[in-house]
């Protein structure tokens, strides 16, 4: 995690005690960040070893060695074909023909060999299951969607007549913070991130990709990108925010490709809005969902956009605690992104580009 630092104007009025609370828990919610990703990782490597042993006494390992040996030059001529072929659209049905034949050979294969392709699938169903979950608690933020397009609401005139503190451009500090993994297959996920305060611009390009999958490969990026500011609570209450965002250029997009005949594949593309309370702690985190894109299957194509550029998305959000009257608030507000993809020899790229303007900030106490 990165915090860039506040203009000493920024914290002229902030007491020292709540700014070194700041700076102690923003440490822990980086720790913990890293413990809860590697936590993760490590669940996923565990699940996949009890499956890869529990597919191996249904298949035999002979067998499986064999399996394995008779797909690998199909996967080879497929790799190659990605590689060399013209972008065209010949060079795209060379590749589908490719995958095609490998598909019908590896299930006369799978049948030679006496493969229980019942029982098989059963347990892959199972393992699926057991995987989601694991990464659905280690998301476990997901909240129902939020977010308003505000003339539908109300207009900016009511808005502006309701006690708000209104923050514009530029902010005085900003925040980021992102983790990834991946197992062996897959290519190392690409990000990055869009992040400036002095235009309140915000959000991440990332980027997942496997050809050749094996029958457990996953890949994933979680990226947040925020502003930070110190907000004193006029009364007791909650805090309460509404976040204008402008989109930039928020499109998503993916595709499956089958590649041996017995498969599957998930892709999750998210974009969430959120509100952190730094401090006081203990680094509390409320979230409001913008984008819930969640595909299955084994062969699919898809390109969308959250909404055109220029267009406006508004999130109302609430601290998850009540704070007493005079209380120093850190808060951080922006978005997080999630990409992953779990497959089962299936090709994926799954691509999201969430870049906003984060145009305005309304913050006030819910007793105001």
């Given at each position: 995690?990165?915090?860039?630092?506040?203009?000493?104007?920024?914290?002229?009025?902030?007491?020292?005690?709540?700014?070194?609370?700041?700076?102690?828990?923003?440490?822990?919610?980086?720790?913990?960040?890293?413990?809860?990703?590697?936590?993760?990782?490590?669940?996923?490597?565990?699940?996949?070893?009890?499956?890869?042993?529990?597919?191996?006494?249904?298949?035999?390992?002979?067998?499986?060695?064999?399996?394995?040996?008779?797909?690998?030059?199909?996967?080879?001529?497929?790799?190659?074909?990605?590689?060399?072929?013209?972008?065209?659209?010949?060079?795209?049905?060379?590749?589908?023909?490719?995958?095609?034949?490998?598909?019908?050979?590896?299930?006369?294969?799978?049948?030679?060999?006496?493969?229980?392709?019942?029982?098989?699938?059963?347990?892959?169903?199972?393992?699926?299951?057991?995987?989601?979950?694991?990464?659905?608690?280690?998301?476990?933020?997901?909240?129902?969607?939020?977010?308003?397009?505000?003339?539908?609401?109300?207009?900016?005139?009511?808005?502006?007549?309701?006690?708000?503190?209104?923050?514009?451009?530029?902010?005085?500090?900003?925040?980021?913070?992102?983790?990834?993994?991946?197992?062996?297959?897959?290519?190392?996920?690409v990000f990055w991130r869009y992040l400036n305060r002095s235009s309140g611009q915000l959000g991440s390009y990332t980027r997942n990709r496997v050809s050749g999958a094996?029958?457990?490969?996953?890949?994933?990026?979680?990226?947040?990108?925020?502003?930070?500011?110190?907000?004193?609570?006029?009364?007791?209450?909650?805090?309460?925010?509404?976040?204008?965002?402008?989109?930039?250029?928020?499109?998503?997009?993916?595709?499956?490709?089958?590649?041996?005949?017995?498969?599957?594949?998930?892709?999750?593309?998210?974009?969430?809005?959120?509100?952190?309370?730094?401090?006081?702690?203990?680094?509390?985190?409320?979230?409001?969902?913008?984008?819930?894109?969640?595909?299955?299957?084994?062969?699919?194509?898809?390109?969308?956009?959250?909404?055109?550029?220029?267009?406006?998305?508004?999130?109302?959000?609430?601290?998850?605690?009540?704070?007493?009257?005079?209380?120093?608030?850190?808060?951080?507000?922006?978005?997080?992104?999630?990409?992953?993809?779990?497959?089962?020899?299936?090709?994926?790229?799954?691509?999201?580009?969430?870049?906003?303007?984060?145009?305005?900030?309304?913050?006030?106490?819910?007793?105001?």
């Amino acid at each position: 995690m990165f915090n860039a630092g506040f203009d000493s104007e920024a914290i002229r009025e902030v007491p020292s005690e709540a700014q070194e609370q700041a700076a102690k828990i923003s440490l822990d919610i980086e720790q913990e960040e890293l413990r809860e990703a590697q936590s993760l990782s490590k669940k996923i490597t565990s699940l996949n070893a009890d499956y890869q042993k529990e597919l191996r006494l249904i298949i035999g390992d002979r067998n499986l060695e064999r399996y394995y040996e008779f797909r690998a030059p199909l996967r080879e001529k497929i790799n190659d074909l990605e590689v060399k072929a013209t972008p065209t659209v010949k060079g795209q049905a060379e590749i589908e023909e490719a995958q095609s034949q490998a598909v019908g050979k590896s299930q006369q294969f799978l049948n030679e060999i006496g493969f229980d392709m019942v029982r098989a699938s059963k347990l892959r169903e199972g393992y699926n299951a057991r995987l989601d979950e694991v990464v659905s608690q280690a998301r476990g933020k997901l909240e129902e969607p939020n977010y308003l397009i505000l003339p539908e609401v109300m207009s900016m005139e009511e808005l502006k007549a309701t006690p708000w503190v209104i923050l514009d451009p530029a902010y005085p500090a900003d925040s980021f913070a992102y983790s990834s993994n991946r197992s062996d297959e897959p290519d190392n996920p690409v990000f990055w991130r869009y992040l400036n305060r002095s235009s309140g611009q915000l959000g991440s390009y990332t980027r997942n990709r496997v050809s050749g999958a094996d029958d457990s490969d996953y890949a994933y990026v979680r990226y947040q990108t925020a502003m930070r500011f110190w907000y004193r609570i006029p009364d007791t209450g909650l805090t309460e925010v509404f976040m204008r965002l402008q989109a930039i250029d928020t499109a998503y997009s993916g595709s499956f490709n089958d590649e041996w005949g017995w498969s599957d594949a998930r892709c999750e593309q998210m974009c969430s809005a959120y509100l952190r309370v730094i401090t006081p702690g203990p680094g509390a985190i409320r979230y409001g969902t913008i984008l819930n894109y969640v595909r299955t299957g084994t062969s699919a194509n898809w390109a969308n956009q959250i909404t055109a550029p220029g267009n406006e998305r508004w999130a109302n959000l609430f601290s998850t605690s009540s704070y007493n009257a005079g209380t120093w608030l850190l808060l951080e507000v922006g978005t997080e992104d999630w990409n992953y993809f779990r497959s089962n020899d299936v090709s994926i790229v799954s691509t999201m580009n969430m870049n906003w303007f984060l145009k305005q900030i309304y913050v006030r106490s819910t007793a105001a």
